[in-house]
């Protein structure tokens, strides 16, 4: 290890190792150790003594020894195994000898045979290590009678003999090196001494097997006689030059590391087992040429035969690809065979053929698929293959890197390379949004960057511009002979022309219908109006294809790619897009609706005048409910906005009033009170005054939780005065129990407990019992406000009676804690505790996640108080963490509050309580 021997006790770790050595890079079955090592026999415990032994070597040795299924692996190039170094430098020297290079030819075979060390495997008896070295014992023979070769071809005749002396006394019953050492002898005039070495192999021969020496040796036997022996004459031809055709390589090339690391590791470290393969797949436009085009230069030097480059015009507007009978035909000339045959398996076969011994760099760029590619791989280990496709050739034996995205930082910085660096220090502010509407992509920030080259007048801000129209992006990113929209559309044509493809390439304008950042198969089914696993195969078809992505449970599509399927799908009538449009629409307010009666049964009664057409996404239960609302937030947000924008009242009402409890339940009032702000504007044009109520209603509760008081009783007032023209109580919605809260908030609080009077005696009444759990929960909460904490406790305990009466976990839930802080104030602690707790878990129960924050807030205080710190850190830890997961606080001000968890600190300022 590091440059020091290591020594290995015991017979079975250094079998283990050498066994594992000899399959370097490759698993070796633990069966399979077990029977080559243990040959003696396998026992009852022999797997554990398997164990046993990898333990020890890696105490030795480190992490070089991998458990990978079905055994274990020994991780390090193959070419640090010295007898796979000799194979690679034996391959080299031969692929240099037919390419008529003798010198170079004798230099590798020389460096080749001076790595042993002595007989190999030597002291190891198990079957396996005798056949192994029986074979290295015959491929070094080899190489020394071909090096000898060598070295008369290029007339260092003393040399020759003297290497073929020491093989032949270890040899004696080898004909071919006796007759090389004779032909040398006597090219030195030493005619004596090389017959002397004929009559000496004929008694070996004679005596040992009992036979006469062969054709060769009695041939040179005869030519010395006659003095028939000649010098080998040395090429007449010159070496061939290898192929080098390779592109340029890109100047602006940018970033990339750790997949170049990658490359590099593989092209360089294969080590003579087998050809090394790579397929980089990726989006059009990634810079998969790029990447393996710059790639390649770096690693040239290492592939002595040259480097093979060919575009096989997979993705190229205007081009059919090439075929592979074609592309076999450009190679095998390249390779100085001009007579190519005509069937595709006979050309294939002279390829592997010609590369059979060969180092070759051999680039497939821009391929169609796997059929393309396969008959065009080499067969020799000492080749490599660098294949890009826009589809992920998975079939090939190979091994794949999908290229993603550039990061902000990686897309300004080849901004600068192709803009020029200046104008990116003028502008880093435009150059990062810039960057941020190329989406990462490299073509368009190379084009973006081409275009400032070009116009040195024009500002990064003014291109920017341009880019965040999202109507001209696709023009504006076509220039010259690079386009985005071009790129894309190889892709969608690829598709319409293949039958298995008809769905992909019909699904791919729906994406563009809506602006949401991430798609669900529920939700592409919708807009498709197909079976889901129809959809899914279809949505299958387009990440193969590049022009879709995929992260756990949801679909994505590129920025640029949405922008070109929202083109594509202006192309289709109006009334298929306005029903996929609906058909979502609608599929989204009925998983709404039943996430909110999950959470609050209570809105069941309000949401069932606004009946979805579509069944939604199957929600089980209020926890599932919460899940839900937590993956989809953002989808949910960019629904509403589009719904906003398309102008429909009825669509704009039905989902604000079908999220508001959800929403409310996350605390997510911020965003409520914008959308229910725009869904009234929308509202307004055309729905009844019960609607107009109930989103003046909810938008007052809104503003209050975000201590917009004022703005919130004007909201009130005017959801009253719609109840009025409705000719409806202020209980129909309970918008007079708002009304109180409300007062309260603002400190009106005989006004307010004076309205909580009338109010429990008008639900009393009229039976009410929501109302009525309601009400007392509100006289507790003035109750709490006045100081009155003995009569907010009773108020608060009849009204989580009333709650649990009724089957609402979610009022019981607020009741509690309210109920909570109420003891709390009274010094009572234990009860405080218990309170929070049960309030914790009905909050669990019903997906109230607001409650569940307080309710562990509230935790951490009450035993502060009883003197359980490092219990009332960690409910306070919990609080935290919870609020920053909702998005409710900073990351900033949670890793400070979670910094100084010894301190009381006061509730984060994003509750009304």
């Known amino acids: 290890m590091d440059g020091e021997p290591i020594r290995l006790a015991g017979r079975r770790r250094v079998e283990l190792l050498a066994r594992l050595a000899v399959s370097v890079g490759q698993v070796v079955a633990a069966d399979r150790l077990l029977a080559d090592v243990w040959t003696e026999g396998r026992t009852a415990t022999a797997d554990k003594q398997l164990h046993i032994v990898i333990s020890k070597l890696r105490e030795s040795l480190g992490e070089l020894i991998i458990t990978r299924s079905p055994g274990y692996l020994l991780d390090l190039p193959p070419d640090r195994v010295d007898a796979n170094r000799f194979s690679t430098l034996l391959r080299r020297a031969r692929a240099a000898r037919r390419e008529g290079d003798q010198a170079q030819a004798a230099a590798l075979q020389r460096q080749a045979l001076e790595l042993w060390r002595g007989a190999p495997l030597d002291g190891l008896a198990a079957p396996w290590a005798r056949v192994e070295a029986t074979r290295l014992e015959e491929v070094r023979a080899v190489a020394v009678e071909e090096y000898a070769e060598d070295l008369m071809a290029l007339g260092e005749h003393a040399e020759a003999v003297s290497e073929l002396t020491a093989h032949t006394a270890v040899h004696p019953l080898r004909e071919h090196p006796r007759a090389q050492l004779m032909l040398a002898l006597t090219l030195m005039g030493r005619p004596a001494e090389a017959l002397e070495v004929y009559a000496d192999a004929r008694q070996s021969l004679v005596t040992q097997l009992g036979v006469e020496p062969g054709a060769e040796l009695r041939r040179v036997h005869r030519a010395v006689l006659n003095r028939e022996a000649h010098p080998q004459k040395r090429p007449s031809t010159p070496a061939r030059q290898a192929p080098a055709q390779l592109p340029a390589d890109a100047s602006a090339f940018t970033a990339r590391q750790r997949e170049l690391a990658w490359l590099r590791d593989l092209l360089t470290s294969s080590g003579g087992r087998k050809a090394a393969v790579a397929a980089v797949n990726g989006p059009g436009g990634i810079g998969k040429s790029a990447l393996v085009i710059h790639i390649a230069h770096s690693v040239a030097e290492h592939f002595a035969n040259g480097v093979l480059y060919l575009n096989l015009h997979g993705s190229t507007p205007g081009l059919d690809p090439v075929t592979p009978a074609a592309a076999l035909a450009r190679m095998l000339r390249a390779l100085g065979e001009n007579s190519v045959p005509e069937s595709l398996d006979e050309a294939s076969s002279l390829f592997r053929t010609l590369t059979a011994e060969r180092d070759l760099l051999i680039i497939l760029d821009n391929a169609a698929d796997v059929r393309q590619v396969r008959p065009l791989l080499p067969s020799g280990p000492g080749c490599s293959v660098l294949v890009t496709s826009r589809k992920p050739l998975t079939t090939l034996d190979a091994e794949h890197l999908h290229l993603a995205g550039l990061t902000e930082e990686e897309a300004v910085a080849l901004l600068a390379r192709v803009a020029g660096p200046d104008r990116i220090r003028t ?171 999950l959470i609050d049964p209570m809105t069941a009664e309000t949401l069932s005048d606004y009946p979805p057409e579509r069944d939604g996404a199957p929600l089980d239960d209020p926890r599932q409910a919460a899940a839900w609302m937590l993956a989809e937030r953002d989808n949910i947000l960019a629904l509403v906005r589009q719904a906003n924008q398309g102008g429909d009242p009825w669509t704009s009402a039905a989902l604000a009033l079908s999220l508001n409890r959800p929403f409310d339940a996350m605390a997510w009032h911020r965003e409520l009170n914008t959308i229910h702000t725009r869904a009234l504007e929308v509202a307004a044009r055309g729905v009844d005054h019960l609607t107009l109520a109930r989103l003046r209603n909810v938008l007052g509760t809104a503003c209050r939780e975000l201590r917009q008081f004022e703005e919130a009783l004007e909201h009130l007032l005017h959801g009253r005065d719609h109840l009025r023209q409705a000719g409806l109580p202020e209980t129909t919605l309970g918008l007079h129990g708002n009304l109180v809260s409300l007062y309260r908030r603002l400190g009106r609080h005989d006004q307010a407990l004076a309205s909580v009077e009338e109010g429990l005696a008008l639900a ?97 205080r009450a035993a502060r108080h009883l003197g359980d710190l490092e219990v009332s850190m960690g409910y306070t830890r919990q609080s935290l963490l919870l609020m920053r997961e909702l998005g409710l606080i900073t990351q900033e001000d949670a890793d400070q509050r979670l910094a100084s968890l010894h301190d009381e600190q006061p509730l984060p300022d994003v509750f009304v309580t």
């Open 427 to 597: 502008e880093p502010e435009a150059a990062a949004l810039l960057a941020r509407l190329c989406g990462g992509l490299p073509l368009a920030v190379r084009i973006s960057g081409a275009r400032l080259a070009a116009r040195p007048d024009w500002r990064i801000e003014d291109l920017a511009g341009r880019l965040a129209d999202e109507r001209r992006r696709l023009d504006t990113l076509d220039y010259a002979d690079l386009a985005v929209r071009a790129s894309i559309a190889v892709s969608h044509r690829q598709l319409q022309a293949e039958p298995s493809g008809e769905d992909a390439a019909t699904t791919l304008p729906f994406l563009g219908l809506l602006d949401l950042p991430v798609l669900t198969l529920p939700v592409a089914a919708e807009l498709t109006g197909w079976p889901q696993d129809r959809t899914e195969a279809a949505l299958d078809r387009l990440i193969d294809s590049r022009l879709l992505n995929v992260t756990h449970d949801a679909y994505q599509t590129h920025d640029l790619t949405r922008l070109y399927a929202r083109e594509q799908a202006g192309r289709l009538p109006e009334e298929v897009t306005a029903a996929a449009t609906r058909r979502v629409m609608h599929h989204y307010i009925a998983t709404l609706q039943r996430a909110s009666t």
């Open 764 to 860: 009393k009444a009229r039976d009410l019992p929501t109302h009525e759990a309601r009400y007392l929960a509100m006289r507790g909460q003035i109750y709490f406000d006045l100081q009155r904490f003995e009569e907010s406790v009773a108020a608060l305990e009849e009204s989580v009676a009333r709650w649990a009466e009724i089957g609402s976990p979610y009022g019981e839930a607020i009741a509690l804690m309210n109920m909570a802080d109420a003891h709390l104030e009274l010094k009572q602690y234990d009860r405080a505790r218990e309170a929070y707790r049960r309030g914790h878990d009905l909050s669990k129960i019903t997906g109230l996640r607001q409650g569940e924050i307080l309710a562990l807030w509230g935790m951490g």
